[in-house]
T-cell receptor, first 113, second 117 residues
Framework: DTAVSQTPKYLVTQMGNDKSIKCEQN?????MYWYKQDSKKFLKIMFS???????INETVPNRFSPKSPDKAHLNLHINSLELGDSAVYFC????????????FGPGTRLTVT | AQSVTQPDIHITVSEGASLELRCNYS??????LFWYVQSPGQGLQLLLK??????LVQGIKGFEAEFKRSQSSFNLRKPSVHWSDAAEYFC???????????????FGTGTLLAVQP
């Protein structure tokens, strides 16, 4: 049983395209997150949802739009992809919002050419 | 602002030797601290966490970490390293400034551990 899953694992696309990454967790958690890991392995939060409500939007360009259809899913849609969007995107979830440990998905490696 | 510093970008140890990875944090309140490990091409796996109480915490795979408030440190240790421990290690602090509704992790830049046979 995969706790936090993401699809696709790899995504190669051209500049200007629109793409989506899907995330699902089967842990029953209320809070989900998107993180971006750049080429230097630096991890930074992008968004956080709690019970389908957006809580954190960490100065991410509005080309990035998260959507949470239900508590178990948090998808990331990216419009007009740019070269700088190339990174690994991780989804995560936690049971307790305050201080709870986060469980990460396997990541989606996005390459924009 | 909250921050996490991992001073060592890259560390090489011999198999069977002891290991200590350094982590310093800057946080105004009592921190929630975590260590994660990332194997090549994989996601992040939680090794251990500190919320409160005993300052020496035990984690998976034989790792432990000690919280030292006076030094703002949360160093990760393992008495005997195995070749399978080669990976990237990330220290993180939980930022709860959103009123408890959610919690973002602020990560250090990571330490890449290589293990020599």
């Amino acid at each position: 049983d995969t706790a936090v899953s993401q699809t696709p694992k790899y995504l190669v696309t051209q500049m200007g395209n629109d793409k989506s990454i899907k995330c699902e967790q089967n842990l029953g958690h209320d809070t989900m997150y998107w993180y971006k890991q750049d080429s230097k392995k630096f991890l930074k939060i992008m968004f956080s949802y709690n019970n389908k409500e957006l809580i954190i939007n960490e100065t991410v360009p509005n080309r990035f739009s998260p959507k949470s259809p239900d508590k178990a899913h948090l998808n990331l849609h990216i419009n007009s992809l740019e070269l700088g969007d190339s990174a690994v995107y991780f989804c995560a979830s936690s049971q307790e919002a305050r201080g709870g440990e986060q469980y990460f998905g396997p990541g989606t490696r996005l390459t924009v050419t | 602002a909250q921050s996490v510093t991992q001073p060592d970008i890259h560390i090489t140890v011999s198999e069977g030797a002891s290991l200590e990875l350094r982590c310093n944090y800057s946080y105004g309140a009592t921190p929630y601290l975590f260590w994660y490990v990332q194997s090549p091409g994989q996601g992040l796996q939680l090794l251990l966490k500190y919320f409160s109480g005993d300052t020496l915490v035990q984690g998976i795979k034989g790792f432990e970490a000690e919280f030292k408030r006076s030094q703002s440190s949360f160093n990760l240790r393992k008495p005997s390293v195995h070749w399978s421990d080669a990976a990237e290690y990330f220290c993180a602090v939980g930022d709860t400034t959103y009123g408890g509704a959610t919690n973002k992790l602020i990560f250090g830049t990571g330490t890449l551990l290589a293990v020599q046979p």
